[in-house]
């Protein structure tokens, strides 16, 4: 089993920044990728940003690129999620996953935990 506690989020304006972390327990965290998803009121859960066991690969949603960074400390079992310039249609709950995969993929049947959403809005 995996657990996955997350921290940050909350409110902001609109062009401010938050970042959101994720730590993980209960599997050898460098052997999988992880990713990030988010799911705004009466839509679907969607992918935001996803990177490789190693760190070495991220993929983005093409709404985020550019505004959002992946990162990953395999020390620290932690996963982050920087972002920059953010716009009221980022409003959301954010969930990180833990993928069952070594490499970055944006398919959310790829990832197998999840964590509790955190509430992220942006006001205009």
């Known amino acids: 089993q995996v657990q996955l506690v997350r921290s940050g989020g909350g409110l902001v304006q609109a062009g401010g920044s938050l970042r959101l972390s994720c730590a993980a327990s209960?599997?050898?965290?460098?052997?999988?990728?992880m990713g990030w998803f988010r799911q705004a009121p009466g839509k679907e859960r969607e992918f935001v940003a996803s990177?490789?066991?190693?760190?070495?690969?991220?993929s983005y949603a093409d709404s985020v690129q550019g505004r959002f960074t992946i990162s990953r400390d395999n020390i620290k079992n932690t996963v982050y999620l920087q972002m920059n310039s953010l716009k009221p249609e980022d409003t959301a709950v954010y969930y990180c996953?833990?993928?069952?995969?070594?490499?970055?993929?944006?398919?959310?049947?790829?990832?197998?935990?999840w964590g509790q959403g955190t509430q992220v809005t942006v006001s205009s």
């Open positions: 996953a833990a993928s069952v995969l070594k490499y970055s993929t944006g398919i959310r049947n790829d990832y197998a935990y």
């Open positions: 209960g599997r050898t965290f460098s052997r999988y990728a």
């Open positions: 990177i490789s066991s190693t760190g070495g690969s991220t």
